[in-house]
């Protein structure tokens, strides 16, 4: 910048005499007459700067007498402040009082430095320095006001960082507030807690999430708009943004309290009950490399506030199909206390004819499985063998590896031994292991999906079994051989076969939208895909067992 230089080869010996806190020294320096340059930048800082940053109100208080600029512009790759701008950041009141006086009000006066003065606002705001903020609100600029610009800024600021305090101060004092800015502060609740990218001390308590200070904060945008709690944002309603993730559990109390409509549809017309029914993300503010878990406080929050259990999406899926898929049977059961009459609600099925077990069993839900089992005494064979549109029966979503919920969710499928476990369930009421989907999957295909090593011979032992059931050997599944992408209407599907692939009437969907360019193949038999997953000890079953029938 003209009329400053740059010095990086020594130190300027005011900026040292600063950071060492030698105000002695610093005295000397300033009454020795010679020529100090004290907008010389070291490390981005000028001398003031560092006084500023270290609250050394002293040394501020020399430095302004000796001529440093308050108004001096600090680039250091995150933005543009100055020491203003740092004392309110920092909530250094009292040297942000001192700066204040030494503003010529010439300078406050210009229309184009306003801007730069309002930004100490929302920093206060930000970092929950409400003493900094009563000030700049009750004396700063009070004869030109400030702007709505700032004053939203803040309190959305306040909002993203869930500074309570700040936010309660600002709605106090600053009466008027556009919609638009109320709902973005809400949004910047229901949604993450923001993460500053300079933090100003090392303890900065940006990476805890208050439960109670995200309820508080929603109830308070509501009641100041007031605004609507079923609003949307991103065209999806608020309360599924607030579901997105457990550690927003105020946020969606907040927005139940306030009387949020516990079945708002999304896009897909699934309701937020429906989308917790199976495992979300622990933590909102970073979707990738975290761990998935059931939300357990949040079904019951939203099972108190009236969510239906039986409301179904587009494709007839209901928050029961959901919860027979990804909720232990302790909740499923919740699930059905809800209802007057259980019976019509277990033979519920969705728009392809997948049942309450099609889903049990796809997620590979062993207590969920068996209740249903005992629930159909009677009928149960006719229940295990029950094929959906394109013919997936149970036994089938059981052998396939299967996920459910968030598009990025690859670990949240049924293990290996789940999925042993549920097939041998429904072999032992019955099941068919005949059946072959319009794909050409069968039973033996799915198991075949699953990385063996020798010696383990609990998938050869299931592989012999359900050969011995009728399972047919030379069916031929209908695959992708390359050109796999992300569809829109459902989960990612992975090229990896040990990765999950769409199951039931997705699969079918899956092929329909298949993009063009997309290579099918038709003529995989169950041992091409055991050989392909690395399944050695069902590839050796079915291997030898095709040997056989070939030699009479």
Not at 57 to 71: I, K, N, Y
Not at 82 to 91: I, K, M, N, S
Request: proline content about 6%; some cysteine.
């Amino acid at each position: 910048m003209e009329g400053h230089t740059y010095q990086k080869s020594r130190p300027d010996p005011v900026y040292t005499a600063v950071c060492d806190g030698n105000l002695a020294k610093l005295q000397t320096l300033l009454e020795a007459g010679r020529e100090l340059d004290l907008e010389t930048r070291i490390e981005f800082d000028t001398p003031l700067m560092a006084a500023v940053k270290r609250n050394n109100l002293e040394a501020v208080q020399m430095l302004l007498e000796a001529g440093a600029d308050p108004c001096y512009p600090h680039v250091d790759g995150v933005g543009e402040y100055t020491p203003l701008h740092t004392a309110a950041q920092w909530g250094h009141l009292e040297i942000i009082r001192l700066l204040w006086t030494t503003i010529p009000s010439e300078k406050l006066a210009l229309h184009e430095n306003k801007p730069r003065f309002e930004g100490c606002l929302v920093l206060a705001a930000r970092y929950g320095h409400t003493s900094v903020l009563k000030y700049l609100l009750d004396g700063w600029l009070d004869s030109l006001g400030w702007s709505a610009h700032a004053t939203e800024g803040a309190l959305c600021s306040a909002a993203a960082a869930y500074e309570v305090h700040s936010a309660m101060l600002l709605l106090d004092r600053v009466k008027t507030y556009s919609p638009g800015a109320l709902k973005f502060a809400l949004f910047s609740v229901v949604r993450h807690k923001v993460r500053d990218p300079v933090c100003p001390y090392p303890d900065a308590p940006f990476g805890a999430v208050d439960p109670i200070s995200q309820e508080l904060l929603v109830k308070a945008l509501i009641e100041a708009g007031p605004l609507d709690p079923d609003l949307s944002y991103w065209q999806l309603p608020m309360i599924h943004h607030a579901i997105h993730a457990i550690d927003l559990i105020g946020a969606l109390r907040g927005l139940l309290a306030k009387g949020a409509n516990p079945n708002a549809q999304n896009e897909r017309g699934m309701t937020p009950l429906q989308r917790l029914s199976v495992p979300t993300f622990t933590r909102a503010e970073n979707e990738f490399d975290q761990e998935f878990s059931l939300h357990e406080t949040g079904i019951h929050l939203l099972l108190e506030h009236g969510a239906s259990v039986t409301a179904a999406d587009h494709e007839g899926e209901t928050p029961l199909h959901a919860a027979a898929f990804g909720c232990p049977l302790h909740l499923f059961q919740r699930y059905l206390a809800t209802l007057d009459e259980t019976q019509d609600a277990l033979s519920a099925v969705n728009n392809h004819g997948e049942t309450l077990l099609h889903y049990a069993a796809a997620g590979g839900n062993i207590g969920v499985m068996r209740f249903l089992l005992e629930e159909f005494p009677q009928t149960s064979v006719d229940i295990v063998n029950r094929a959906n549109s394109n013919g997936w029966t149970p036994l089938i979503c059981a052998l396939a590896p299967t996920r459910m919920g968030e598009d990025n969710m690859q670990e949240s499928k049924k293990t290996p031994t789940e999925a042993l476990q549920a097939a041998q369930l429904l072999l032992s009421y019955g099941a068919d292991p005949a059946a072959i989907t319009a794909e050409g999957w069968t039973a033996l295909h799915w198991l075949a999906s699953y990385r063996t090593h020798p010696g383990d011979t609990r998938f050869s032992a299931l592989a012999v079994a359900l050969i011995h059931k009728g399972a047919p050997l030379q069916a031929k599944a209908r695959r992708m051989k390359r050109g796999w992408e992300r569809l829109s209407w459902y989960p990612a599907v992975d090229p990896n076969p040990s990765h999950c692939l769409p199951w039931g009437f997705r699969m079918q969907r899956m092929f329909k939208e298949a993009p063009k360019g997309v290579f099918v193949v038709d003529a995989t038999t169950a041992s091409d895909w055991a050989r392909r997953c690395k399944s050695k000890e069902v590839e050796r079953v079915l291997l030898a067992r095709e040997e056989e029938t070939r030699a009479g």
